[in-house]
C-alpha cells in the first residue's frame, strides 16, 4: 500500500493563523483610526453645539432684560396719558363752571402728549430689539439641535467601530462608517449655514 504524502499541518497552521492575525491587525488599525477621527469630529460639534447654546442663552437673557426695559417705558406712556387726561379734567371743570380755565392746564395736556410720542418712540424700538433678541436665540437653538444631532452620531457610529473591533465584523464597521459619515454632512451643513 502506498504511503499518503506527508503534510506538516503545524507549520501550515502556523501560517494561516500568522495570515489571519496580520488582516485582522489591519483591519483594527483602520477601525481605530476611523474611530478616532469620529471622535475628533465629535468633538467639535460637541464644542460648536455648547457654544451655540451658551450664546443662545446670552441672547435669551438679553431679551428678556429687555422686555422688562420696554414694560417699564410703556408704564412711563401710560402715566404720561394719565396727566394729560388728569389736565384735560381739569380744564373741562373750569369749562363747567363757565370760567376760563389757565392756559397752563391746556400747555401740561399739550407737552404730556408730545413726552408720550417720544417714549412710545423708545418703547417701540426697545420692543424690536428684543424681538430681534429672540429670533436670534430661537435660531442658535435651532442650530444647536443640529450640532447635537451630529454628535448623537459621530457618538453612535464610534459605539458601532468598537463592536467592529471586537467582533472583527467589516459590515458593522461600515455602518460605522455610514453613519459617521452623515453625522459629518449635518457638521458640515451647520458650519455652512
Do not use: C
Not at 408704564?75 to 371743570?93: C, D, F, M, P
Not at 420692543?127 to 442650530?143: F, I
Amino acid at each position: 500500500m502506498p504511503e499518503e504524502p506527508e503534510i506538516e499541518t503545524d507549520s501550515l497552521r502556523e501560517k494561516i493563523d500568522e495570515e489571519i492575525e496580520r488582516k485582522g491587525g489591519a483591519f483594527l488599525k483602520r477601525v481605530a483610526l476611523t474611530t478616532a477621527i469620529l471622535a475628533v469630529f465629535a468633538a467639535l460639534a460637541s464644542l460648536r453645539a455648547g457654544a451655540t447654546v451658551n450664546q443662545a442663552l446670552m441672547e435669551r437673557t438679553e431679551a428678556t432684560r429687555l422686555q422688562a426695559e420696554a414694560s417699564d417705558q410703556w408704564a412711563y406712556y401710560q402715566a404720561k396719558g394719565v396727566k394729560a387726561s388728569s389736565e384735560e379734567a381739569s380744564r373741562t371743570s373750569w369749562l363747567a363752571l363757565g370760567k376760563d380755565p389757565p392756559a397752563e392746564y391746556g400747555e401740561r395736556k399739550a407737552r404730556y402728549l408730545e413726552e408720550q410720542k417720544a417714549i412710545e418712540e423708545k418703547a417701540r424700538e426697545i420692543t424690536k430689539n428684543r424681538d430681534e433678541k429672540v429670533a436670534e436665540s430661537d435660531h442658535l437653538l435651532h442650530e444647536h439641535h443640529r450640532y447635537a444631532y451630529a454628535v448623537a452620531m459621530f457618538q453612535v457610529a464610534i459605539a458601532l467601530g468598537a463592536v467592529a473591533a471586537l467582533t472583527h465584523n467589516r459590515l458593522v464597521w461600515y455602518l460605522s462608517l455610514l453613519l459617521g459619515a452623515a453625522g459629518l454632512a449635518v457638521l458640515a451643513v451647520t458650519l455652512a449655514a
